[in-house]
């Protein structure tokens, strides 16, 4: 028997409930439909089919039957798994039947699996995780107090030109290369400042932009940390957070000038009490959500820094204007990255 064809579009099931939830509490049909995408005579069917059946599934349909059996699903799948970089013709030819790509990528999806891009992320060696693991033990008592005293830092570069992201612009077909509707590029970042920022729960830190020599044995080195942040910024800020809230914590990566015997030894004389940061952990620093949403504001400067300068100037401005609340919502997630950490037993994290 010949499949029968539809006439009408499929809606995940997410949509569905969405569609039902809504006519439920009291939207009408016509208006659920318009709010989720749906069309009218779908929203109705879906609608219809809900009160006779009680959910939303479609019911099984006559059709020629599937050439993949149980068995070569389980197949597909395993290969799929154990090969997670293998492309998916590649999975093809690893099966013991004639099977197309289509067919093999509709099995992974019914089984909720999809070819997607690889996330970027620091390695992580078994002493790494062994660290990772620890921080989460030593700090899932912290309550959300605790975690108001903390001062969070971070160095960042900002490059002129930078665009990992994409920026969206509104023109027709024939303004696509006005100037006002292109973002210039550059063939290398030249042109670029690292900056030193600090944040707590309910404020922006300060932010200084750094002022080193570059080139080889020019880098931030501990001396030029010890003057331009420590001394320059940090110091004066700790005292007056101290004194507002008792107990302050400190946090820094394991840079090399971080980790210096004579900048360990100015913490010791300071009495800047330091919190335990693991190395290769970025996602365990609220600021690091931060520097993105910054270099967000400057992608969509209109016209963009030319030179160090303009560059300079513009992070300033663009740190003043960062809500707080931005600083805030990555901050009173910290005890869901020390859960994320001890269920992950020191590996990577979403975060």
């Known amino acids: 028997m010949a499949r029968k064809k539809t006439t009408h579009s499929e809606y995940d099931s997410a949509t569905k409930n969405k569609l039902i939830g809504a006519i439920v ?16 005579t779908s929203a109705h069917r879906i609608w ?70 690889a996330r970027k992320v620091p390695y992580l060696t078994n002493r790494h995780k062994s660290e990772r693991l620890s921080w989460a033990k030593l700090y899932k008592g912290f309550t959300r107090e605790n975690w108001k005293s903390v001062i969070w830092s971070d160095e960042c570069y900002i490059y002129l030109g930078d665009s990992h992201s994409r920026i969206y612009v509104t023109c027709r077909p024939d303004e696509e290369y006005k100037e006002e509707c292109v ?13 030193w920022g600090c944040i707590m729960e309910g404020e922006k830190g300060p932010l200084i932009v750094l002022n080193y020599p570059g080139g080889k044995g020019g880098g931030m080195n501990s ?83 030319s030179n160090v300068e303009s560059l300079s100037k513009a992070v300033l401005e663009a740190w003043e204007q960062l809500p707080v609340s931005d600083v805030n919502k990555h901050i009173k997630n910290m005890p869901k990255r020390v859960s994320a950490v001890l269920a992950s037993k020191g590996g990577h994290t979403r975060f």
């Open 223 to 305: 001396k030029l940390y010890r003057e331009q942040v420590l001394d320059g910024c940090l110091k004066s800020y700790y005292e007056k957070k101290k004194a507002e809230k008792g107990k302050v914590y400190f946090q820094q990566d394991g840079a090399p000038s971080h980790r210096s015997k004579a900048t360990q030894q100015w913490f010791q004389e300071s009495g800047i009490k330091l919190l335990f940061h693991p190395a290769s952990s970025p996602d365990l620093n609220p600021i690091e959500p931060v520097w993105h949403e910054l270099k967000q504001v400057l992608r969509r400067l209109d016209p963009p820094p």
């Open 183 to 195: 973002v210039p590029t550059f063939k290398q970042f030249s042109v670029r400042v690292m900056v």
């Open 25 to 40: 509490m009291g939207a009408t049909i016509s208006e659920a439909g318009r709010r989720f995408g749906v069309s009218k």
């Open 48 to 117: 219809k089919r809900y009160e006779s059946q009680g959910n939303t599934e479609n019911l099984p349909r006559s059709g020629w039957p599937s050439k993949v059996n149980d068995r070569m699903r389980r197949c597909i799948v395993q290969t799929a798994r154990k090969n997670r970089r293998m492309p998916l013709t590649e999975v093809a030819k690893n099966i013991p039947a004639n099977i197309s790509i289509s067919t093999i990528r509709r099995v992974l999806a019914k089984e909720g699996y999809h070819r997607r891009c």
